[in-house]
T-cell receptor, first 115, second 111 residues
Framework: EAQVTQNPRYLITVTGKKLTVTCSQN?????MSWYRQDPGLGLRQIYY???????DKGDVPEGYKVSRKEKRNFPLILESPSPNQTSLYFC??????????????FGPGTRLTVL | LAKTTQPISMDSYEGQEVNITCSHN???????ITWYQQFPSQGPRFIIQ???TKVTNEVASLFIPADRKSSTLSLPRVSLSDTAVYYC????????????FGSGTKLNVKP
């Protein structure tokens, strides 16, 4: 089954404790992206990657890091989480060879709470 | 980066046709218009995409006027299960696929 998976789905942590949210897709997509969703603010893009070893900042990259060492994986790293990073996070993937990169497949989301 | 403006919310009743309009005044020549649907606590799901005029699939229709500064998502005969947030997205290919979703439109379908 074609899908985007994220782990963990729920996470409660404390300020300053480094964490990684994993994202994996099995569709051989070139493009992957991370978004955060907060009430009243909709979806905001954090980082995206056009392919392996190619990443770039979205609208709200501060406090986050990403890496793309393999095509299928795109982890989101919070080196020193703060309470303002409490949010619902979504990973997405797409391919320009399947219509356009605008047609993104989203993961189920990771709800992060930073105390 | 082309941004979009949508109504915050809309109400409808089962069986009615619903039209949600999105404004994107700064749309670029190569940009496509894409609509997504999101249920609570789930990731957005692609509904429809278009460049100009009209596009129809089994779920919805998308109407885009000649100037492309707006678009309208049309959902025929909605049901309670269509209650969701609908996002209009304009792809900014000039920025190598940096996307702006906006806040979306919360559609409430009543019985």
């Amino acid at each position: 089954e074609a899908q985007v998976t994220q782990n963990p789905r729920y996470l409660i942590t404390v300020t300053g404790k480094k964490l990684t949210v994993t994202c994996s897709q099995n569709m051989n997509h070139e493009y992957m992206s991370w978004y955060r969703q907060d009430p009243g603010l909709g979806l905001r893009q954090i980082y995206y990657s056009m392919n392996v070893e190619v990443t770039d900042k979205g609208d709200v990259p501060e406090g986050y890091k990403v890496s793309r060492k393999e095509k299928r994986n795109f982890p989101l790293i919070l080196e020193s989480p703060s309470p303002n990073q409490t949010s619902l996070y979504f990973c997405a993937s797409s391919s320009p060879w399947e219509g356009s990169t605008d047609t993104q497949y989203f993961g189920p989301g990771t709800r992060l709470t930073v105390l | 980066l082309a941004k979009t403006t949508q109504p915050i919310s809309m109400d409808s009743y089962e069986g009615q046709e619903v039209n949600i309009t999105c404004s994107h005044n700064n749309i670029a020549t190569n940009d496509y218009i894409t609509w997504y649907q999101q249920f609570p606590s789930q990731g957005p799901r692609f509904i429809i995409q278009g460049y100009k005029t009209k596009v129809t699939n089994e779920v919805a229709s998308l109407f885009i006027p000649a100037d492309r500064k707006s678009s309208t998502l049309s959902l025929p005969r909605v049901s309670l299960s269509d209650t969701a947030v609908y996002y209009c997205l304009v792809g900014d290919r000039g920025n190598f696929n940096k996307f702006y979703f906006g806040s979306g439109t919360k559609l409430n379908v009543k019985p």
